[in-house]
Every structure is written in C-alpha cells, then in structure tokens.
C-alpha cells in the first residue's frame, strides 16, 4: 500500500491553532444546522437545499476565470456529474430530516458518512479493512443503533432520512477522493456547487413556493456560515494532523445539544450523546490508526461531509 509522503516542517506543528480552527469549524457548522430549524418546513427541503447552493454561488466568483479554461477528460465530466447527483440527493435529504429531527439526532447521524467512507473505500478503491478498523467501524453502528433505539423510540421519516444522508454524503466525499488526484481542490469544490445547484433546480421547480425575504436571508446566512466552516476546515488540517483534529467534532454534538434545549426546547436525550460519543470515537481512533501506520488517508474529517 501507498505510504503518504513525509510532511513538511510546516505542517501539523501547531496543534493549538489546529484545535482552535477546528472548534470554530463545528461552531459555525451548528449556526448551519440552527439556521435551517428556523427556517422550518414551509419552504420544502429541495427548493430551500437548491436556494442555499444558488446563492452560494457567489462565493465562486474568483473561481470563474479558471473554470471556464478548463479542459477536462469525458470520464472526468462524468464523475464531476456523478458527485453532484449523489450530494444533490443528499443535500435534499438532509434539509428534510433537519426540519423533522431534534438538532441532536442529525448532528451526532452526520457522524456516520466518515464511517460509509471507509466502507466504501475498501469495496471500491481496494483499501484493507484490519480487524481494527472492522471492530471500529462496528461500534461505530452500535452507536447508531444507541441514538435511534429501535422499538424504544419512535424511528421517523427525518431519522430514515439522515441514515441515507450519510451513505450519499460518504459516496460524494470518495468520489472527491478520487478526483482531488486530477484537479485542484479549488475545481473540486466549484464543480460541486455548480452540479449541486443544477441538480437541484429541477427539484426546486417542482415544489417551489414563493419564499419571503426572511426567509431568503436565513438560507443565504445558511451559505455564509457552510463557505466559513469549509474555509476554517482547511485552516484546521494546514495547522494540526486529521488525529489530532477529529476529537475536536464531538463538541459540535455537544453544543447542538445544548442548542436545542436552550433555543428550541427539545429536550437533551442521553442516548443521543452516548451513540454519538462511540461514533466519534470509532472514527477517531481509524483516524488515529492511519496516522501511526502514516498509510494514504481516507477517513474524512466529520465536518467535510456537511453542507
């Protein structure tokens, strides 16, 4: 198997400031997820998803010139095409599931696409799963299994919903893991947002209701706050490793607790902490692993499978 290149001095020499991008990532993530619980159910998920991206957009003006000189191979089209069908579903899904589901719930299920990443990788791009990595990606399950609690609780559309986020959100980031290879990381995240906002357009059309000037202003605050966790993301892997980063999410489920008992009176489920904490933990510790073995890493940080 492929080692990864040895890092420069530059690189991961700075833990604190790593910690400190990361911590910033997951707090304007939960303004992300906050956002959307306001925004509520008038506006139907794949028209408010598809007016996110649209007025992201915005954001890919310094990307224009670049883009349009692009030349490209016809597989490489279709992959771009293939990752902008899946995240589009996924995306869709999980504006549904945010308006329907406690913040807690979507917050600590997001926490599975790392894991289908891993899954995925070893069926399709030939990487091995160790025992490790299986029992990890085990308890990973059981603490999905914890926060939905079949038979306990009732396991509605919005939980269905978040499962299949994570499974498209996961085949979006592989398939970026495959074409980060061949273009550049600025390409990869432009061509996202275009295929995803055409993607959607057609979906948006068929449900669309007028939508108001507040609520235009949520889903282009929805943008803002998506485009600056993305960008502190990268600020946080530029300063610290992908080991030392990934612990650092558990405190988006913890603030996304308290912000739905603080603000939207949901209640604080325990269980909804426990599975999460196993989720981050197994993803961790596969993150951890990949590091100590300095194999090509594959497990994504959590927040690079949001919106």
């Known amino acids: 198997m492929r080692a990864e ?9 700075n833990p604190m400031l790593g910690i400190f991008w990361m911590v910033l990532t997951g707090i304007l993530f939960v303004g992300v997820t906050a956002l959307v619980k306001v925004l509520g159910t008038r506006v139907p998920a794949p028209q408010a998803a598809f007016l996110r991206y649209a007025m992201g957009l915005v954001f890919l003006l310094p990307m224009l010139r ?12 279709l992959m771009f095409g293939a990752r902008g069908a899946v995240h589009t ?23 599975l696409s790392p894991i289908y990443v891993t899954l995925g990788a070893a069926l399709f791009l030939g990487e091995t799963l160790a025992l490790r990595r299986v029992l990890a990606v ?4 059981i603490g999905a299994l914890i926060i939905l609690r079949p038979g306990f609780r009732e396991v509605g559309p ?13 085949a979006s980031y592989l398939t970026a893991k ?8 600025g390409i990869v995240v432009a061509m996202l947002s275009i295929t995803v906002t055409i993607g959607l357009a057609p979906l948006a059309a068929a449900v669309w209701v007028t939508p108001t000037l507040g609520e235009l202003t949520i889903l282009f605050g929805v943008a803002c706050l998506a485009t600056a966790g993305h960008y502190t ?25 308290a912000l739905g008992a603080l603000v939207f009176g949901e209640g604080v489920d325990v269980f909804v902490l426990l599975g999460g904490t196993v989720i981050v933990a197994a993803i961790s510790f596969i993150s951890w692993r990949e590091a100590v073995l300095k194999r090509r890493a594959i497990t994504p940080p959590v927040s690079a499978t949001k919106v």
């Not at 290149?5 to 020499?13: G, N, Q």
């Not at 495959?178 to 990381?185: D, E, M, P």
């Open 233 to 257: 993301m990268t600020l946080a892997f530029g300063a610290a490793p992908l080991a030392v980063t990934q612990p650092v999410t558990f405190l988006q489920l913890v603030w996304a607790v």
């Open 66 to 77: 670049p883009l349009m000189r692009l030349r490209l191979e016809r597989r490489i089209w």
């Open 138 to 141: 085990v308890a990973a399950l």
């Open 158 to 170: 919005g939980h269905f919903a978040m499962l299949f986020t994570a499974v498209f959100f996961g």
């Open 178 to 185: 495959v074409l980060s290879g061949r273009c550049s990381a």
């Open 89 to 111: 579903i996924g995306v869709s899904l999980w504006f549904f599931a945010m308006a329907r589901i406690p913040i807690a719930d979507v917050t600590a299920m997001n926490y």
């Open 5 to 13: 290149p040895t890092l420069s001095p530059k690189v991961a020499t």
